[in-house]
């Protein structure tokens, strides 16, 4: 009687847990369409992809401009950024970022934009008539402060453009984060929040609640003739978790991720995102990373090249493209 109780109960669960995806596919949040600028919610960088999305709480290169502007006090001195995503219905995606030291203070600047390109027909011609750029960006410009050596605060102030054919729409928005790092750097946790503002005509921006937590370890610098390196100390892995929390148009989303680096050189990233909104977003995610520092003329400078691979069944996959440049 246990024997069969134990497996009715088992069964059960697995009856529950393998509809629970179907339950969430079709919770429609009540606030979704109701924002602009939707490009926003476009995750910038291709290591943070790689890693299912998670890095407010990691937030240790230029990448972070767009996900916690606090982690910025993690540059040295100067480090640029930019990516491609090739996305689903021939959507591009582009991102740059900047930031650079300024004793304790670190400032950035950042690029995000989406645009494709729509036809225009006035009957069923296999040709279009003309067609015409639609898409949006937003400008911003970043701070980043630690308070003590512990914990750090930055925002970023942002000036948003959308194009959507006859009709133009402007705004404003902000980002505002904070990071602690514990244990020597091995713990962070992150917290931001991200595009609280309006356009011009009143329509909300989707906003949203970003907290993450990260483990990392990193390779000591070698030591020769009793003295230590000049350079910094290189990652060796890290596990990272991420909790989006939209505060208006959507339900939350979960990643996980972990990054390994082998010899100094070669990076390998996995991901994994859980989504509750009401279109598929569960998935995961692969990426890849390679850097080293120039020679001779180049050789302050560090290169970092990442990519990232999002397998979707429902709207394609995604490709992500980006390089790293600390000088």
């Known amino acids: 009687m246990l024997k069969r109780r134990t497996g009715l109960i088992i069964m059960v669960l697995l009856v529950v847990i393998g509809t629970a995806p179907c339950v969430h596919a079709v919770s429609i949040h009540d606030g979704a369409g109701t924002t602009g600028a939707a490009f926003l919610k476009i995750d910038g960088g291709s290591r943070p992809v790689g890693m299912g999305g998670a890095f407010a709480g990691l937030a240790n290169d230029i990448n972070t401009i767009f996900w916690n502007p606090a982690g910025l006090t993690a540059v040295d001195g100067r480090e640029l950024t930019a990516m491609q995503h090739f996305s689903f219905a021939d959507i591009n995606n582009q991102t740059i970022g900047y930031a650079q030291r300024v004793d304790?203070?670190?400032?950035?600047?950042?690029?995000?934009?989406?645009?494709?390109?729509?036809?225009?027909?006035?009957?069923?011609?296999?040709?279009?008539?003309?067609?015409?750029?639609?898409g949006g960006f937003a400008t911003g410009l970043s701070f980043a402060y630690p308070l003590?050596?512990?914990?750090?605060?930055?925002?970023?102030?942002?000036?948003?453009?959308?194009?959507?054919?006859?009709?133009?729409?402007?705004?404003?928005?902000?980002?505002?984060?904070?990071?602690?790092?514990?244990?020597?750097?091995?713990?962070?946790?992150?917290?931001?929040?991200?595009?609280?503002?309006?356009?011009?005509?009143?329509?909300?921006?989707?906003?949203?609640?970003?907290?993450?937590?990260?483990?990392r370890m990193w390779k000591q610098p070698m030591v020769e003739n009793g003295t230590e390196e000049t350079m910094p100390p290189r990652e060796l892995w890290a596990l990272v978790a991420d909790a989006n929390l939209p505060l208006i148009d959507a339900n939350p989303s979960f990643h996980i991720g972990a990054e390994r680096w082998f010899y100094d050189s070669v990076a390998a990233r996995l991901g994994y995102q859980?989504?509750?909104n009401e279109n598929p977003s569960n998935g995961l995610s692969l990426g890849v990373g390679v850097r080293r520092s120039g020679e001779d003329a180049l050789a302050n400078i560090d290169f970092q090249f990442d990519y990232a691979f999002v397998p979707d069944a429902y709207v394609g996959n995604a490709h992500r493209i980006s390089f790293i440049t600390r000088f």
């Open 274 to 276: 859980i989504g509750m």
């Open 148 to 215: 003590g050596t512990a914990m750090s605060i930055g925002g970023t102030a942002k000036v948003i453009s959308e194009q959507l054919d006859i009709q133009n729409a402007y705004g404003a928005a902000a980002d505002v984060g904070v990071i602690l790092r514990l244990f020597d750097n091995h713990l962070g946790i992150g917290v931001a929040v991200q595009n609280a503002g309006v356009l011009d005509g009143g329509e909300n921006l989707p906003m949203a609640l970003r907290a993450g937590v990260a483990y």
């Open 104 to 134: 304790r203070l670190v400032w950035g600047a950042s690029f995000l934009g989406s645009f494709t390109e729509i036809e225009r027909r006035q009957g069923p011609t296999e040709d279009p008539d003309s067609t015409v750029t639609v």
